[in-house]
């Protein structure tokens, strides 16, 4: 009787031992998975944020070399040649 319930004990032990190693190797695929899919979404937030920022950039320097031209004196209408009856 001892012998059939120490094997009964071991099968049972060793069932929950396999389920609790294909749980532990479920549980550490997943979170590779989750560690996978943070990293690709952080690079891609980072990519889409440089991208932002680098239109800024050209934006301002834009708006930087119109404000340039229009208060450099050499834009305004003047006539080529000065007439000689000034």
Known sequence: MELVNSKNK???LENHEDKWNNLKELVNKTLDDLETIYIE????????WFDEVAKSMETVEFRRSVKKLSDSPHYIDYPKKIPASI
């Open 41 to 48: 979404a952080q690079e891609q937030a980072l990519r889409k």
């Open 10 to 12: 071991a099968i049972h």
